[in-house]
């Protein structure tokens, strides 16, 4: 179900009850880029520690936004999937305006799934973060108030000028009405008008309406002490939006579910909770406080992979195809009943892949079926039929927390504690003998047809590599054994380092 600013209100309580009874809450979101090309030589990388991830990571994070969020509300027994699409656009409600970026890649790639961008931006439902609300609340509590937006300016000039040419000729005690504001404009409009305007008063009056009323400037004193914090609390209610969702879900304490979720989680801390910190440690204790059971369905899978011969496949589509291909051992029971509530049912007739609703119910799907098998598999005696939720979180208990880590040093990041070490083939050190002026495009270009690697260049013909499987260190180490030009080896610190032979000399 596709939900924008405009219905939202009216199905937050619903949403509410919904994820109170959940046995898990599975999530993922789309962004406008994924890794900002700004500073350079920010892209992910193998060379990178979770600390040096993390840093790259923020400073995207800080240049783009999310566009949609799904999630998807799975209960007990028989799993009934209530899969939501929401589209989200930063609050404009009083706040300094926003700037993010967008990657044209990303803009791409999403357009050829289909996503709508008029949503996004005509309808997307606001949200803000604690230090956002913070400055809205100062800005209502000294009755200042300020308009950031063109488009916005525009509706308020049209309203202010509606009802100017209207009081000059109007008695008091008479009323009018301003037709066809949104959510948003309608309040903006009051507080700009009994801002601009000594002698009116403004009330909601049913949907898109608004009654504007001339007062003496008695009435008007009367009626701005009983503008009173309980109708302040309305306008942070409005303007919050979607953040009154994201702290439902902190509060209830659910089992979080993503794929290759770090990205979602940072956005999370960044967009609904607070500005991410320099620190590492405070975000994980942070994202930890907020959510004390995570869990990555792709740490799952891959772990999976190795035990069991599972087939490697990387996507969540194709990891939810193979395991609807497989099916449990015939003396074990059957696969746990998911159904598609009847509201969101477009998920049962068509794949939407990259649709934040669909890959939410893709990745709640996917734990309940390897969550299954991991049963099956590790356990000597029968499983009874219809294993609770709770069996499938003791069997998943190694998984819990650990966050999938691309292409790094470590496997996965802890977030209930220290990460592992970081562990990673060996590195190669490259002299480059006779070939002057060789980059690290160049060289990246003459070993990738052995692997995928990743290289850093440590002086004017000296470069290391860095690969994330063995066979492929052990492929160049081979077929560069006696090459005239390139000369291969292992990487010794006290022998290849600049810095050390610096210091030796």
Not at 98 to 125: C, M, P, R, W
Not at 461 to 490: A, E, G, M, T, W
Request: charged letters at 25%; hydrophobic letters at 40%.
């Amino acid at each position: 179900m596709e939900v924008g600013a405009e219905g939202f209100a009216r199905r937050l309580p619903r949403l509410r009850r919904l994820i109170r009874r959940a046995a898990f809450v599975a999530l993922d979101t789309e962004f406008t880029g994924l890794h900002s090309t700004f500073p350079q030589n920010n892209e992910p990388s193998l060379f990178d520690s979770p600390v040096e991830r993390y840093l790259k990571a923020r400073q995207s994070v800080q240049r783009f936004t999310v566009t949609q969020l799904g999630k998807c509300f799975s209960f007990h027994f028989r799993y009934m999937v209530h899969s939501y699409n929401f589209f989200l656009f930063p609050s404009m409600l009083g706040v300094r305006d926003v700037e993010f970026t967008l990657s044209a890649s990303s803009i791409q790639f999403l357009s050829h799934y289909g996503f709508d961008y008029n949503k996004f931006l005509k309808d997307g439902i606001p949200y803000m973060n604690e230090v956002q609300e913070k400055t809205l609340r100062q800005r209502l509590l000294a009755g200042s108030w300020e308009v950031c937006s063109a488009a916005d300016r525009d509706v308020l000039k049209e309203a202010i000028d509606e009802v100017t040419c209207w009081i000059a000729e109007a008695e008091e005690g008479e009323t009018m009405i301003l037709r066809d504001l949104s959510d948003c404009h309608m309040l903006e409009v009051q507080m700009v008008l009994r801002q601009a305007l000594q002698n009116v008063w403004t009330e909601p009056l049913g949907y898109k309406k608004l009654r504007v009323k001339k007062v003496s400037p008695q009435r008007r004193k009367l009626l701005e002490n009983s503008f009173d914090d309980c109708q302040k609390e309305l306008v942070i209610l409005f303007a919050r939006g979607f953040t009154n969702l994201f702290q439902i879900l902190v509060e209830a304490k659910k089992p979080l579910v993503g794929h290759n979720m770090l990205m979602d989680l940072m956005h999370l801390h960044d967009k609904f909770y607070k500005p991410l910190p320099e620190s590492y440690e405070e975000f994980k204790k942070n994202i930890h406080n907020l959510f004390p059971v995570l869990i990555d369905t792709k740490t799952v899978t891959k772990s999976m992979q190795k035990k069991y011969l599972f087939p490697r496949v990387s996507t969540l589509l194709e990891v939810y195809t193979v395991l609807c291909s497989s099916s449990p051992n015939p003396e074990d029971p059957p696969w746990p009943v998911i159904a598609l509530a009847s509201d969101c049912s477009r998920y049962a007739e068509k794949k939407c892949p990259h649709e934040a609703g669909y890959d939410a119910f893709l990745c709640g799907s996917v734990l309940l079926m390897s969550a299954h098998l991991l049963l099956c598999r590790s356990s000597d005696d029968a499983v009874e039929a219809d294993p609770s939720f709770s069996q499938y979180l003791a069997v998943l208990a190694e998984h819990v927390n650990k966050v999938n880590f691309i292409r790094g040093g470590v496997t996965s990041i802890n977030f209930a504690g220290e990460d592992a070490p970081c562990c990673h083939p060996p590195i190669l050190f490259v002299h480059v003998r006779g070939r002057p002026g060789l980059n690290e495009r160049q060289i990246y270009q003459e070993f990738k047809g052995l692997g995928r690697f990743d290289v850093r260049r440590l002086s004017k013909n000296q470069f290391i590599l860095l690969s994330n499987k063995y066979k492929h260190v052990r492929l160049v180490l081979r077929d560069y054994k006696h090459h005239p030009q390139l000369q291969v080896s292992v990487y010794r610190h006290w022998r290849h380092s600049p810095r050390v032979n610096c210091l030796l000399q």
